[in-house]
Each structure stands twice: as structure tokens, then as C-alpha cells.
């Protein structure tokens, strides 16, 4: 088991900031991919970014290209979202998930964290 823990997420204006984070315990952190989801009221979880075990691959919704980083710390079990030039369709709870591998599709997640709600106002 992989527990996993997001913090990080608030209220901000759209063009603002906020740095997500997930804290990974359990198994060893650094034998997993790790994605960001976010789920929007009444609709499906949606990928938002990946990162390999070793940082090389980073996928991105075309969404938030350009805007959003995704990196992770090994040394600390945690990975980080970097979001940036925030806009109110980025509203939703974000989730954090582990994997073996990079993949964009939240059914092949193993592990999930319980979210953080991200609040973009216009």
C-alpha cells in the first residue's frame, strides 16, 4: 500500500499561484510514477499531469501546458504540482496518484489520495 496525503490547495484569483503537494508513506516512494488528477462538480476525473519515476517523462493535459509543473522530490517521498496563470476552469478537487507506470488514465492509477479543493475565482 501507498498512502498519500495532498495539501496546498485554496481560494485564488484567476492569474494567481498555488503549489500542490502529496506526501507519499508506505511503500518506497521512488518505484512509482506519480499523476495529478482534478475532478470538476458532476463531471469525470480528468489527468492533468504525470511524472516518471525519475522525473525524465512529464506528460501534460493540453490544457495546462505551459502553465502547470509537475516535479517531485524522492528524498522527501512527495511530488509537487506548480500552478500558474490560474483560470476558473481550473476549479476542482485535485488528486494525487501512484502507479508503475507514466500513463494519462486515472483507471490505471493504483493508489489515490483523497484531494484538495482548488478554487479559481474570476
Known amino acids: 500500500q501507498v498512502q498519500l496525503v495532498e495539501s496546498g490547495g485554496g481560494l485564488v484569483q484567476t492569474g494567481g499561484s498555488l503549489r500542490l503537494s502529496c506526501a507519499a508513506s508506505?511503500?518506497?516512494?521512488?518505484?512509482?510514477?506519480m499523476g495529478w488528477f482534478r475532478q470538476a462538480p458532476g463531471k469525470e476525473r480528468d489527468f492533468v499531469a504525470a511524472i516518471s519515476v525519475m522525473g525524465w517523462i512529464t506528460p501534460y493535459a493540453d490544457s495546462v501546458k505551459g502553465r502547470f509543473t509537475i516535479f517531485r522530490d524522492n528524498a522527501k517521498n512527495t511530488v509537487y504540482l506548480q500552478m500558474n496563470n490560474l483560470k476558473p476552469e481550473d476549479t476542482g478537487v485535485y488528486y494525487c496518484?501512484?502507479?508503475?507506470?507514466?500513463?494519462?488514465?486515472?483507471?490505471?492509477?493504483?493508489?489515490w489520495g483523497q484531494g484538495t479543493q482548488v478554487t479559481v475565482s474570476s
Open positions: 508506505g511503500r518506497t516512494f521512488s518505484n512509482y510514477a
Open positions: 496518484a501512484a502507479n508503475t507506470i507514466v500513463v494519462d488514465k486515472a483507471s490505471e492509477y493504483d493508489f
